[in-house]
């Protein structure tokens, strides 16, 4: 079946604007090739948007997600060569996620037909807080290998593989999908925040901030269980606008960075 035409210009609008926001990190690319990490995750996102899969529909706002954040991270804490990059990365992955219709990922979730009895939208927040973190710790992790401290990239790539293995458990309605999402989120954390992992404390606190929201996502279902009844959640309309809130907080504070630092 044919997608309606507004979600396929939804969907190509959103993958060029991810692709034309990190243009500038190609800038980067000089002997440092993990920097097309971000650049190849939104190019793949830019057609997984037009795919009426459900997978490809989360994949596509992990990355936008986890370049929106990325974008904001580079804005405060890089060079002052690397703030138009950042912002241009989080603008860019900005206009993506509020222009990307959420229709599509219905319509993505019914075709495959994927329909948990409970918690939908929870899981589905997790799991695309999985592929982005997968993203951020494969981008960080070959850093860390790349300037030398290959104990530290091998631990973030291990824990990349770990959110993916996570991911796939989650897709599949399996419980242990959960259980191994917040159980590498947890263990990175306290490795982190111990020392027994020692990186660049630039990027220190982004991982931290990282492993706390895909430790937050799955309380709301945690504590539904334990109290053995539902909690009430935003409707569709409500989650959808508080997401664009956020985005659009993320987007000013990054042009505001930019323009301050």
Request: aromatic share 6%.
């Amino acid at each position: 079946m044919d997608r309606p035409f507004e979600l396929r210009w939804r969907a190509l609008i959103a993958g060029l604007a991810g692709v034309l926001g990190s243009a500038l990190l190609l800038q980067e690319v000089d002997g440092t090739y993990a920097v097309l990490i971000p650049i190849a995750g939104l190019v793949l996102a830019g057609g997984a948007a037009h795919a009426n899969h459900l997978g490809a529909q989360l994949f596509a706002r992990a990355a936008w997600w986890s370049n929106l954040l990325l974008g904001l991270f580079i804005t405060l804490v890089g060079s002052q060569s690397e703030r138009a990059e950042g912002v241009t990365l989080a603008l860019g992955c900005g206009v993506a996620l509020l222009v990307a219709d959420r229709k599509a990922l219905v319509e993505a979730a019914a075709r495959g037909g994927y329909s948990p009895i409970a918690y939908r939208g929870t899981l589905q927040v997790v799991m695309v807080l999985a592929l982005a973190d997968m993203q951020t710790l494969l981008l960080f992790g070959s850093l860390a290998v790349a300037d030398g401290t290959k104990g530290a990239g091998l631990v973030l790539l291990g824990a990349a593989a770990a959110m993916t293995v996570g991911f796939v458990g989650l897709y599949r309605l399996r419980f242990w999908g959960v259980l191994v999402t917040t159980a590498t989120a947890l263990v990175l954390a306290v490795a982190i925040l111990a020392r027994v992992v020692r990186l660049d404390d630039d990027i220190v606190p982004a991982l931290l901030v990282l492993a706390a929201l895909q430790l937050a996502a799955p309380a709301p279902m945690a504590i539904s269980l334990l109290r053995r009844r539902p909690l009430r959640g935003l409707s569709i309309r409500g989650a959808s606008l508080a997401a664009s809130v956020v985005v659009a907080v993320v987007m000013g504070v990054a042009v505001i960075a930019g323009a301050t630092r």
